[in-house]
């Protein structure tokens, strides 16, 4: 699906029908963000409904457990590996995968130390998931929320609804 498809699916749905959007979980891979500890605001996911189109846009996702804890603190490949098994598993919830993947935002704690692993890890990643085209990213070098995490990863992905 391309941009323009996307446009045209909104253009053409009628002004009255609603844009439909629901949180979306996997409790499976990692728990809510408000059943931290220290409570946070934010849904895992957002589910948008546009005319037949599905727009899944993946919060700022990292190295959790399904309890909320941080796992493989100080190890930045295993916190990536995590990081791609919960967005996969959100993105499982939906009926969605990696092939629907648009674009990524990915946050690195020290760009400079952690850029040519998370480049290796990346591409291996995508080529094992055969990706084609691979989505449209950037990285970013930022404090995140956490003192013990590494990396967090936003995603956007679309694809058709399903006809049941």
């Not at 796992?71 to 499982?92: E, P």
């Given at each position: 699906?391309?941009?323009q498809?996307?446009?045209n699916?909104?253009?053409?749905?009628?002004?009255?029908?609603?844009?439909?959007?629901?949180?979306?979980?996997?409790?499976?891979?990692l728990?809510?963000?408000?059943?931290?500890?220290?409570?946070?605001?934010?849904?895992?996911?957002?589910r948008?409904?546009?005319?037949?189109?599905?727009?899944?846009?993946?919060?700022?996702?990292?190295?959790?457990?399904?309890?909320?804890?941080?796992?493989?603190?100080?190890?930045?490949?295993?916190?990536?590996?995590?990081?791609?098994?919960?967005?996969?598993?959100?993105?499982?919830?939906?009926?969605?995968?990696?092939?629907?993947?648009?674009?990524?935002?990915?946050y690195?704690?020290?760009?400079e130390?952690?850029y040519?692993?998370?480049?290796?890890?990346r591409?291996?990643?995508?080529?094992?998931?055969?990706?084609?085209?691979?989505?449209?990213?950037?990285?970013?070098?930022?404090?995140?929320?956490?003192p013990?995490?590494?990396?967090?990863?936003?995603?956007?992905?679309?694809?058709?609804?399903?006809?049941?």
């Amino acid at each position: 699906m391309n941009v323009q498809e996307v446009l045209n699916a909104i253009a053409t749905a009628p002004a009255t029908m609603p844009i439909e959007k629901r949180a979306v979980t996997n409790l499976n891979v990692l728990n809510e963000a408000y059943d931290y500890e220290k409570p946070s605001s934010f849904s895992r996911a957002m589910r948008i409904d546009l005319n037949g189109v599905v727009i899944l846009l993946i919060s700022g996702t990292a190295s959790i457990d399904e309890y909320g804890k941080t796992v493989h603190v100080g190890d930045f490949r295993a916190q990536l590996h995590r990081t791609y098994d919960n967005i996969t598993g959100l993105l499982k919830a939906e009926g969605a995968t990696w092939k629907d993947i648009v674009r990524t935002t990915c946050y690195l704690r020290d760009i400079e130390r952690d850029y040519e692993a998370f480049n290796e890890e990346r591409t291996a990643f995508f080529k094992g998931q055969q990706l084609d085209p691979i989505p449209a990213s950037t990285g970013i070098q930022a404090i995140l929320c956490r003192p013990d995490l590494l990396i967090e990863i936003e995603a956007i992905a679309m694809f058709r609804q399903q006809k049941a």
